[in-house]
């Protein structure tokens, strides 16, 4: 898979471009605020972006869909509760193709109701709700600290130790982790109750 992860914007968020080197058919996720720089990756590489991934509806990841949208032809994928115009329209468990690539869709709720995380190819693209280091806030509307429990400890931590952490913004010590890592050094993926970990989430 051709990977492309640059931060984009004053709120160090990361944007991505991913690509089937066979087809040379890519897709961005979270174009953020200005994903100019990603299509420009993807000129210099020979690939044509048919697809945009929005990790969930936050404006820091999403402004800039529809101009990248409406440059390149592509269309814009998001889960079903997302605010954003969305072409595709996808729930948990979903695959969607780029070129040979198999995205896989994980709902991981609590950053807000439409978080996402999408394995391919090694990596999860993990947007708000997993850092390296921590996790996403779930203060802002449609957040909810339940859910971002379920979401971490019966989604996140089951999955391949091997995965690559790929965030939604530069916040931790380095760009990229690994599941693994994150369960030995996150803060917030060590053993706690549900009651433990909302008095953990809650505290200043």
């Not at 889960?79 to 468990?93: N, T």
């Not at 971002?148 to 760009?175: I, T």
Request: glycine content about 8%.
């Amino acid at each position: 898979m051709f990977l492309e992860q640059r931060v984009i914007g004053t709120l160090q968020n990361f944007g991505y471009l991913i690509g089937d080197p066979e087809s040379k058919v890519a897709a961005v996720i979270d174009p953020s605020f200005d994903a100019r720089v990603l299509q420009l990756a993807a000129r210099e590489n020979g690939y044509a972006i048919d697809l945009i991934l929005n990790t969930h509806h936050h404006p820091d990841h999403v402004f800039d869909n529809e101009r990248l949208a409406d440059e390149t032809g592509a269309k814009v994928a998001a889960h079903a509760l997302s605010m954003v115009r969305k072409d595709i329209e996808f729930e948990d468990g979903r695959i969607l193709d780029v070129g040979a690539l198999k995205v896989k869709v994980v709902h991981t709720p609590g950053h807000s109701p439409d978080s996402c995380c999408f394995i391919v190819s090694g990596h999860v693209f993990t947007g708000d709700c997993l850092f390296v280091g921590d996790c996403g806030r779930v203060d802002l509307p449609g957040g909810d600290v339940r859910q971002m429990y379920d979401s971490l400890f019966n989604r996140v931590q089951k999955m391949d130790d091997s995965l690559v952490v790929c965030p939604g913004h530069h916040y931790g010590r380095k760009a990229r982790s690994t599941i693994g890592e994150e369960k030995r050094s996150n803060h917030v993926l060590q053993p706690r109750s549900l009651e433990a970990f909302v008095e953990f989430m809650e505290a200043p």
